[in-house]
């Protein structure tokens, strides 16, 4: 039922920042965990970061000290700032939810790209 709708991709050059908005259908609020993952070309998806219900938030070693992911209760979003990105970042950013009945949603998807 939930739908995530991503949003801020494009072309960034590197060195430089970007900031991904997910709008989410239902309450944020209800959400168990609320997070951000990437796929690269011919990568399995993986996690950008993420974040509990309880605000506690998790960073992989990839990009900790570079992004920031936080949540709008206001305009009901998902935001991921990365800043510092290079060439390897280029990938499809993917917005993602676990739901109060531990369902996963997930949106479509963005393309982000950093030139050299």
């Known amino acids: 039922q939930v739908q995530l709708v991503e949003s801020g991709g494009g072309l960034v050059q590197a060195g430089g920042s970007l900031r991904l908005s997910c709008a989410v259908s239902?309450?944020?609020?209800?959400?168990?965990?609320m997070g951000w993952y990437r796929q690269r070309p011919g990568t399995q998806r993986e996690l950008v970061a993420s974040?509990?219900?309880?605000?506690?938030?998790n960073y992989p070693r990839i990009v900790k000290g570079r992004g920031t992911i936080s949540r709008d209760i206001a305009k009901n979003t998902i935001d991921l700032q990365l800043n510092s990105m290079t060439p390897e970042d280029t990938a499809v950013y993917y917005c993602?939810?676990?739901?109060?009945?531990?369902?996963?949603?997930w949106g479509q998807g963005t393309q982000v790209t950093v030139s050299s």
């Open positions: 974040m509990t219900s309880d605000g506690k938030t």
């Open positions: 239902e309450s944020i609020e209800s959400m168990e965990t």
């Open positions: 993602h939810v676990l739901s109060s009945r531990f369902f996963n949603f």
